[in-house]
């Protein structure tokens, strides 16, 4: 079980270094975010020190000490008979009066004529006189006058302006840091949306190269779901966990950065929050890795099964396999619920409210050190007020990095699944283009196996000259299907080897082999469009004309113009309100508009009823000059007229002959033959 976990965080230590790849081929709208985010900080971080400044200055200010003044100026306050002016507000060349105080005790404000009055202490007033009690036990008493409402006023009143303006400061750096803030998230996440789409066209384009065999593995469900789902998760981690992150992070080392500058004790008490915010994550991350894996994992086989599911609908109802189909569903969706659940629980426990706790537990700390004057006189009211704004801002990032912890397992475990979609082997596809081959071809001796040791075909060997028609005859599982697949190098050649006039096909791409094939399925593939987009799959090449003549070649163009739209009539997916017939009509006139050197007919006529049969027929005969035919037919009566008829049994060509050759040698196609005909001889 460790190594596995071993390889897990091995292998998520590589994604994150190709999520990172990702990200710097957008690096500079990202950068420029962070710039912007760190001046948005950087301003945001100065409205604390501007509240500060407010609260100990002009607001606690009063409590300095004031002085006698003979001259009246802006900072000059009338009481009695004098004029008097704080400390700060005066300058060097300037002499000062006597020394007064103006000293609030319970709720109201008192005025002390007298010098060295001390500023801490609890305060009473009785008896016109105030009593200040030091930490100590010790008391001094001072004469004081109790000031009215408007002498108090007068004494604030010159600090007014300065607040004003303090104030204003404050809301305009609220608004600068909100446009810088503004532009580094669209920046982000513009950049996230445009690294996603590119990891999206990515997958999609390698799923173009992946070998055929590897969507046998697969199902198409779990395609979809890391194509759509998983490249989904990945945007959320470029849109918003990154972008918190980076936040963040930045916010909180500005902050703690700020707390020092502010007061070296208090950042001592708030820095354990970093050791603590990191177990935190490491400690979510265990959890939430295992879980995640399974809630990926179950989400991508009900995608597997929904499509399976609508794909095989007829069948599903034709058997009154419903109720079981329903409990499989059932039984894999609750799994999902249950896993979800225990996401919930865990994100629960570790929400934003635990968040919450620690920060109102520190608050409350910092408070009763406040109040127990354990924090010393450099901590003021202000520089309080200004940690505990820096703290609920520092939450903030915090609540918002938890917050996204979830969708950073998400992401994570998608990463994992799509980086493996990407990592497996596939083909480039080749640009190069070959002119048209003549279509000769031969096989060599070939064998092959879908798996190792169980050979599907055995020592293979056969000639099919330009212009010849080579029909594949033989018992379900004989290996019909197999040769064609190892000619259009759907698979490769173990041994042996293919040649096509003369040139092994291993030598030319698979797409230079393809460029000049055409096929016709069973069960031909309709994509969503128009009949004249599924003839010509909206290649630039094939024009209107060149589809009008392929399907009046194969008979079917007056059939579609008695369609309400012609040959512009919608196609909804896989054709499905086209009969069978049609469909195999428009893909063998698909076949045709491409021209095609050699043609695969792949018992293309199985499901087409005898009059659109003849009519194919009747095609074929003109259409088959210089082109190499291949033909797999149950109905042995369609290839009576084939140059060349192989007959397969078990993986091995046990007879080769015209039709004529064939039924006077008497052996398996002969019987096979009188049996379509209803015949009784049977050739064992």
């Keep these: 079980m ?22 710097l081929q957008f690096k500079k709208p990202i950068l420029l975010a962070l710039v912007l985010l760190i001046f948005a900080v950087g301003v945001e ?21 004031w002085y006698e003044t003979k001259q009246e100026d802006r900072y000059a306050v009338p009481y009695g008979d004098g004029w008097y002016k704080r400390e700060d507000h005066w300058s060097a060349d300037e002499t000062k009066g006597r020394e007064v105080r103006v000293l609030q005790a319970n709720r109201g404000y008192y005025f002390v004529d007298a010098p060295g009055v001390p500023s801490g202490g609890s305060r009473e007033f009785a008896g016109g ?6 930490k100590d ?33 404050y809301v305009g750096l609220l608004l600068v840091g909100a446009v810088f803030t503004y532009w580094q998230r669209l920046l982000l996440q513009v950049s996230a949306n445009r690294i996603v789409r590119k990891m999206r066209n990515d997958v999609f384009r390698h799923i173009q190269r992946l070998p055929v065999q590897y969507f046998d593995k697969l199902p198409a469900g779990k395609i979809v779901a890391r194509v759509t789902n998983d490249t989904e998760a990945i945007r959320e981690l470029y849109v918003s966990v990154l972008a918190n992150f980076f936040t963040g992070i930045i916010y909180i080392a500005a902050i703690i950065g700020a707390v020092f500058f502010l007061d070296v004790n208090l950042a001592l008490i708030a820095l354990p929050f970093i050791p603590i915010l990191y177990v935190w994550v490491v400690v979510y991350r265990k959890f939430a890795a295992k879980y995640n894996r399974v809630i990926r994992t179950r989400l991508s086989d009900i995608n597997a099964m929904i499509n399976e599911s609508i794909q095989g609908m007829p069948i599903i109802q034709a058997f009154r396999k419903e109720e079981a189909t329903m409990k499989e569903f059932d039984e894999m969706n609750d799994e999902y619920y249950k896993y979800q659940n225990k996401m919930l629980t865990l994100n629960a426990i570790t ?23 354990w924090l010393g006189t450099a901590v003021t009211v202000g520089v309080l007020y200004a940690f505990i704004d820096y703290m609920n801002r520092m939450m903030q990032p915090v609540v918002g990095i938890v917050n996204q912890l979830s969708n950073l397992e998400v992401a994570r475990v998608s990463a994992e699944r799509v980086f493996t979609l990407l990592d497996e082997p596939g083909v480039e596809v080749s640009e190069k283009r070959i002119e048209r081959y003549k279509g000769n071809v031969a096989f060599e001796d070939v064998s092959f196996a879908y798996k190792e040791g169980e050979d599907v075909l055995k020592n293979i060997s056969f000639r099919a000259r330009q212009g010849e028609t080579v029909a594949l005859v033989g018992h379900t599982g004989s290996g019909k299907s197999s040769i064609l697949n190892l000619l259009f190098r759907f698979y490769d050649v173990e041994r042996g080897r293919i040649t096509v006039d003369g040139v092994d096909v291993k030598d030319l791409s698979k797409q230079e082999l393809r460029e000049h094939m055409g096929i016709v399925l069973q069960d031909p593939f309709l994509f969503t469009g128009t009949i004249a987009s599924n003839v010509s799959l909206d290649d630039p090449t094939i024009t209107r004309d060149k589809v009008e003549k392929a399907l009046r070649d194969v008979g079917a163009y007056d059939m579609f113009m008695q369609l309400p739209g012609g040959l512009d009539e919608p196609v909804i997916e896989k054709g499905s309100t086209l009969s069978a017939g049609q469909r195999q009509l428009i893909s063998f006139a698909r076949a045709l508009a491409f021209d095609p050197a050699i043609l695969i007919l792949d018992e293309a006529t199985a499901s087409i009823d005898t009059e659109t049969e003849a009519i194919i027929q ?67």
């Design 45 to 65: 971080l100065v409205g604390p020190f501007l509240a500060k400044r407010m609260i100990d200055t002009n607001i606690m200010g009063i409590e300095k000490p």
């Design 129 to 134: 006189q105030v009593v200040i009690e030091q």
């Design 618 to 684: 009747n095609a074929l005969d003109v259409l088959k000059r210089g082109r190499t035919t291949f033909v797999i037919a149950h109905r042995l009566s369609t290839i009576r007229a084939a140059d060349q008829i192989l007959v397969l049994d078990r993986g091995r060509i046990t007879e080769r002959g015209t039709h004529e050759e064939l039924m006077e040698h008497g052996g398996k196609y002969h019987a096979m033959y009188q049996l379509q005909l209803g015949g009784v001889e049977v050739v064992a």
């Design 137 to 169: 036990g010790s008391t001094e008493t001072f004469p004081a006058t109790r000031l009215t409402r408007s002498e108090t006023y007068a004494f604030y009143k010159p600090e007014f302006r300065s607040i004003l303006l303090l104030a204003i400061g």
């Design 2 to 23: 460790n190594d596995i976990y071993d390889e897990i965080n091995i292998s998520s230590k590589g994604n994150g270094k190709r999520l990172f790849r990702y990200a």
């Design 351 to 373: 929400s934003h409210n635990l968040v919450n706790v620690f920060r109102n537990f520190l608050f409350i700390g910092v408070i009763w050190m406040f109040a127990g004057d």
